[in-house]
């Protein structure tokens, strides 16, 4: 595995403004650092450039190792994980509160393999949540099931 180069790694931590792109977790939340996940492991070919880069919590990239797909728990079938830079958090996954849900394949692979609503990592969103620092900055961007109550000015229609 190589080393990821220091401006590389700003570059990923400062494009997701702190926040594990997979569970949403914000780093000054944690006890480890977040990491820079090859989103495609160099092992299958994925290359050390920021196209193919996330930032992702110790916990996501544990579990997530260098998979790149799984089996959907409701079909069977075959599904990519969940791509950073190539989909749209908002279109995989719904937050209640701070539950995770999927609401396709892709988000169902994802939720499953990465462990995203494990007991402990619930617990632990629950108390973020609970005094608004879970999620991080998507928060304004996420549908309205979060029950936030600083998004009264947003101009979705
Ligand atoms: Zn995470």
Sequence with gaps: MSTIPDDLRSHVYDRA????EYCLMGERYTMKLHEVDHI???KHGGKTIL???C???ATCNRFKGSDLC???PLTGQISALYHPRRDIWSDHFRLKAFTIEPI?????VTVQLLKLNDFSRLAEREALFSVGRYPGHYRSS??????TDESTTDTLE
């Design 51 to 53: 196209e193919n880069l």
């Design 55 to 57: 930032l992702s919590c």
């Design 142 to 147: 996420l549908d309205h099931d979060i029950g």
């Design 104 to 108: 396709t394949p892709t988000g169902r």
């Design 40 to 42: 495609y492991a160099e």
């Design 70 to 72: 799984s089996l959907d």
């Design 17 to 20: 403004d702190g926040i594990c």
